[in-house]
């Protein structure tokens, strides 16, 4: 039976957006965050650069994040080749992966399920799962030759448990990309490498912003108390202190705070851990 292990309370509003300090030397921990130019992504990659790690990102556009990042190439992560392309150079350049964020992500404008086109539909499985899985298949091996593991954090939503009508689509693809992980932790259970979700409600960032109006977004989570929690499975697997089992789901909502979800054991999967 899933059990509820943590809580804590969104952190405040608004991190300033201030330079990196990075402490990092060549034996540095490297993290590869996917889509880290602006919202969520670029404030997981601030975080951890803060906290001494050398980043690698991506992101449809060629400008980086201006980070202080080792790499920065304009991929496309729902184009397998590109994908491929990219990873080659990670590998070639740096040769070490302690976390990857898959966070790029993609959702339709609100739009009932029967006027939804396939495009959509094909496009927020592209990037929201089939780019998650092109990363993870890639660079699993060589997190897998690394004595200490490394961490997968998976990206994916609340609409992943709890489906936005409107929103059938990404809520689908977000889903798909729980279960990912959740299988993905299942079949090599030894926390080599350990594989969490996580599952933010609405954020106050660009994506929100352009779904629902500025003013919906600002009433949305902070981002940057999600990249904290982002940053603390990373580098500790752990949050608030307390171990997170691989496989885990973590919820984060405006008014209920955080929670981590359990692996479902049985066909009762997360209910009731739910907000209500
Ligand atoms: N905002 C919310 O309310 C909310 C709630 C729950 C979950 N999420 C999830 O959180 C993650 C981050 O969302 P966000 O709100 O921070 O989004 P955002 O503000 O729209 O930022 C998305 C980032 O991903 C990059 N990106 C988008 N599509 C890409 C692609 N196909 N390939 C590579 N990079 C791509 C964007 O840069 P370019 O445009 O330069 O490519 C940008 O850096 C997403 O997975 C999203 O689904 C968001």
């Known amino acids: ?19 990196p300090r990075a402490r990092h030397s060549s034996g540095a921990p490297v993290a590869l965050i996917t889509g880290a130019t602006r919202g969520l992504g670029r404030l997981v990659a601030l975080a951890l650069v803060r906290r001494g790690y050398r980043v690698v990102t991506c992101s449809t556009s060629a400008t980086p994040p201006g ?31 302690d976390a990857l964020v898959n966070n790029a992500g993609f959702a339709n404008p609100p739009t009932p399920l029967p006027r939804t086109s396939e495009e959509i539909v ?32 998976n990206v994916a939503s609340r609409a992943a448990l709890v489906p936005v009508p409107g929103l059938a689509a990404y809520s689908a693809s ?18 080599r490498v350990a594989y969490f979700a996580v599952c933010p409600g609405g954020m106050d960032t660009g ?53 981590v979800l359990d692996w479902p054991e049985d066909e009762r999967g997360y209910r009731g851990f739910l907000p209500p």
């Open 207 to 259: 994506m929100r912003s352009a779904l629902f109006g500025a003013s919906d977004a600002r009433r949305q989570l902070d981002p940057s108390h999600v990249a904290e929690v982002v940053v603390e499975l990373a580098s500790s697997r752990s949050i608030a202190g307390r171990r997170v089992r691989s496989g885990s789901a973590i919820l984060i909502t405006r008014d209920a705070g955080t929670r």
């Open 122 to 153: 094909r496009r927020s499985f592209a990037t929201n799962v089939l780019g998650p899985y092109a990363f993870l298949r890639r660079l699993l091996p060589l997190m897998l030759r690394q004595p200490h593991g490394g961490v997968v954090i």
């Open 67 to 97: 980070l202080g990042e080792l790499l920065h190439r304009r991929v496309d992560v729902g184009d397998p080749s590109a994908v491929d392309s990219f990873v080659r150079s990670v590998v070639a350049k740096v040769g070490r992966l």
């Open 1 to 19: 039976m899933p059990r509820t292990s943590n809580r804590s309370s969104p952190g405040p509003r608004r991190a300033k957006a201030a330079r």
């Open 174 to 191: 977000k889903a798909a990309l729980l279960s990912l992980t959740l299988a993905a932790a299942k079949e090599r259970d030894d926390e």
